[in-house]
Nanobody, 125 residues
Framework: QVQLVESGGGLVQSGGSLRLSCAGSGGSFSGYAVGWFRQAPGKEREFVAAISLRGSYTSYAESVKGRFTISRDNARNTVYLQMNTLKLEDTAVYYC??????????????????WGQGTQVTVSS
């Protein structure tokens, strides 16, 4: 098993940037693909980005493509989500999740086995 803790959320103005971190512990972090998901009040949980074991494969939601970048540093047991040009609609609780997967990443939340508690991102006008 692996435990995940998100950090880096906060309040930022529209057009600004934030970098979220997902720190893993308890297991071999390099053995997990990691995804970021978000959920805004009254909305469904949605896929944001995901990265494979060593970063060879990445995937992004169309709504964030070109603005967000996912990366990982397995030596530090951390996955990052760099969020640039933030928009009001990016406001949500952001969760990281992990699964034992080799190859192309999953964009489906149901395939992920381990989840963090989330970090709030609020974008203001």
């Amino acid at each position: 098993q692996v435990q995940l803790v998100e950090s880096g959320g906060g309040l930022v103005q529209s057009g600004g940037s934030l970098r979220l971190s997902c720190a893993g512990s308890g297991g071999s972090f390099s053995g997990y693909a990691v995804g970021w998901f978000r959920q805004a009040p009254g909305k469904e949980r949605e896929f944001v980005a995901a990265i494979s074991l060593r970063g060879s494969y990445t995937s992004y939601a169309e709504s964030v493509k070109g603005r967000f970048t996912i990366s990982r540093d397995n030596a530090r047991n951390t996955v990052y989500l760099q969020m640039n040009t933030l928009k009001l609609e990016d406001t949500a609780v952001y969760y990281c999740a992990a699964e034992r997967r080799i190859g192309a990443v999953s964009t489906v939340p149901g395939t992920y086995d381990y989840w963090g508690q989330g970090t709030q991102v609020t974008v203001s006008s």
